[in-house]
């Protein structure tokens, strides 16, 4: 036996999370909605390893993801991490199987990943993505249909309000060009402090672009020290909106200076919009705005966000863009991209928050149970039925034999079924069964005892041992 000195406290890391039987049983039911969606676009499977040399990694998120990178060394001393999406393996792929994966190629993908990133509600430091992405096209009505299949995931997985955030790095790159910022590293701290704008709000977003800020914690913000003027226009173009896409395009167009770049991002945009109307996306699912920045470096057109208007504090639960370049990283050959995470975890934490997450604790549709002497091979042979008919059946086999004891375990395990043998029913070819979430329901808010124990009879049938699974299916529906 251990002794107590030798024991160590049962603990996890901070930002991980551990996932008890209710908890996989409902994100499965959730990944398979999902799945289901990416099926019908046509998307294919694939699995990519969790770690990744560091160099293929690096610089491919930003300068915030590279500090979040977890860094390891392999056995033979070489620089390693965990990836910190699943895009920047599937971009390696591509480059690596170029026969295999011959474009155009759409595939998705499950698997951790990990952020060092600071834990909050529905954030933390691993956490599981389910991926989609299309290689090999440059139409912007792959785009639309990226943020089509992200609308009817939301459906399936039955939220009645969202609202896919919409955008085009190419707006905001026109911007600044006509804000005359032509420094790349400029641009790119400017694209981080506009994405910070839902969560800082907009007058933390102007100190950061112009001489920086105090955060809460009391360290100091670097600003990006931009004139008032060019501040001013940056957070006039952002807060643009319209009462559909088409118009705030429109808006857009008026706001930005005149220029073949312009011209190509209020094109794509008018196409875009095109693209979701033809595929009945309507305008309260996904509308455009141009606040949105995405943080990630590798975004070259559309970027996207899902948001749950009754759940803001779990900001967005999947999002993506297009990356055009990133495959270009790894090969000389060209491979234009998009695509779109689901954040799993955080999508599952909104589900609760919003009770609509499906509630299972176990995968147990009959406890089959024994009373007095009933012998316990009897069960295994009533199990053994009705796994072969397809049911999901668990014998009792705990330390506590009584039948409230053995029923008390199907109650907190919330398993439907109860198959009940005693010693009369075996000798008469019977079996009782019970519906016990029928039971549980006809006492709820019953206070008089006797009532309360004459409620939890109800649902209790009698039947012959070969109408058994017949029955069992029709108290299961």
């Known amino acids: 036996?251990?002794?107590?000195?030798?024991?160590?406290?049962?603990?996890?890391?901070?930002?991980?999370?551990?996932l008890?039987?209710?908890?996989v049983l409902a994100r499965r039911e959730v990944i398979a909605r999902i799945e289901?969606?990416?099926?019908?676009?046509?998307?294919?499977?694939?699995?990519?390893?969790?770690?990744?040399?560091?160099?293929?990694?690096?610089?491919?998120?930003?300068?915030?993801?590279?500090?979040?990178?977890?860094?390891?060394?392999?056995?033979?001393?070489?620089?390693?991490?965990?990836?910190?999406d699943l895009t920047v393996p599937f971009a390696r792929a591509l480059a690596q199987y170029p026969e295999r994966l011959k474009p155009p190629f759409r595939r998705?993908?499950?698997?951790?990943?990990?952020?060092?990133?600071?834990?909050?509600?529905?954030?933390?430091?691993?956490?599981?993505?389910?991926?989609?992405?299309?290689?090999g096209s440059e139409s912007i009505f792959v785009d639309a249909e990226i943020i089509a299949a992200m609308t009817e995931i939301m459906r399936d997985v039955r939220v009645d309000s969202f609202c896919a955030l919409v955008n085009n790095r190419k707006l905001i790159d026109a911007l600044l060009e006509g804000c005359g910022i032509h420094d790349a590293a400029k641009q790119k701290h400017v694209l981080r402090v506009i994405d910070k704008l839902q969560k800082v709000g907009v007058d933390n977003v102007r100190r950061e672009l112009g001489p920086g800020r105090i955060d809460d914690s009391g360290d100091p913000i670097p600003g990006v020290k931009l004139d008032d003027a060019i501040i001013d226009a940056i957070l006039k173009f952002v807060a643009i909106d319209g009462a559909t896409r088409v118009e705030v395009v429109e808006h857009c167009a008026t706001a930005l200076p005149a220029s073949d770049f312009t011209?190509?991002?209020?094109?794509?945009?008018?196409?875009?919009?095109?693209?979701?109307?033809?595929?009945?996306?309507?305008?309260?699912?996904?509308?455009?705005?141009?606040?949105?920045?995405?943080?990630?470096?590798?975004?070259?057109?559309p970027v996207f966000e899902m948001t749950l208007p009754a759940a803001p504090q779990f900001g967005s639960v999947m999002g993506g863009g297009r990356y055009d370049g990133l495959v270009s990283r790894f090969t000389d050959r060209s491979v234009p991209s998009c695509g779109m995470a689901v954040g799993l975890d955080r999508l599952v934490a909104a589900l609760k928050h919003?009770?609509?997450?499906?509630?299972?604790?176990?995968?147990?549709?009959?406890?089959?149970?024994?009373?007095?002497?009933?012998?316990k091979q009897e069960a295994l042979r009533a199990a053994t039925e009705l796994r072969k008919a397809g049911l999901a059946a668990e014998v009792?086999?705990?330390?506590?034999?009584?039948?409230?004891?053995?029923?008390?375990?199907?109650?907190?395990?919330?398993?439907?079924?109860?198959?009940?043998?005693?010693?009369?029913?075996?000798a008469n070819g019977v079996v009782s069964l019970k519906d016990l979430l029928a039971g549980k329901q006809s006492r709820e808010g019953i206070a008089d005892r006797d009532a309360y124990r004459q409620a939890g009879k109800s649902g209790q049938v009698t039947v012959a041992r070969e109408e058994m699974i017949k029955t069992i299916k029709e108290i299961l529906g």
């Open 1 to 18: 036996m251990t002794d107590a000195w030798n024991r160590v406290e049962p603990r996890i890391l901070k930002g991980f999370q551990d």
């Open 20 to 23: 008890l039987p209710e908890e």
């Open 36 to 84: 289901a969606v990416f099926q019908r676009y046509g998307f294919s499977p694939i699995e990519t390893p969790a770690l990744e040399y560091l160099d293929v990694l690096l610089g491919t998120g930003g300068e915030e993801t590279n500090k979040e990178l977890f860094r390891l060394k392999s056995p033979e001393q070489e620089d390693i991490a965990l990836r910190f």
């Open 108 to 135: 998705y993908a499950m698997g951790p990943v990990w952020r060092a990133d600071k834990p909050g509600p529905g954030r933390f430091r691993q956490f599981t993505q389910f991926d989609i992405d299309a290689a």
């Open 263 to 301: 011209a190509m991002a209020i094109e794509e945009m008018h196409a875009l919009a095109s693209g979701l109307d033809a595929l009945g996306v309507a305008e309260e699912h996904a509308r455009f705005t141009p606040s949105l920045a995405r943080g990630l470096d590798y975004y070259t057109g």
């Open 354 to 375: 919003l009770g609509a997450l499906p509630a299972h604790a176990t995968t147990t549709q009959a406890l089959v149970i024994t009373m007095g002497n009933a012998p």
């Open 396 to 426: 009792y086999f705990g330390q506590k034999a009584g039948l409230r004891h053995q029923l008390a375990h199907a109650d907190h395990y919330q398993i439907p079924v109860a198959v009940i043998l005693g010693e009369d029913e075996i």
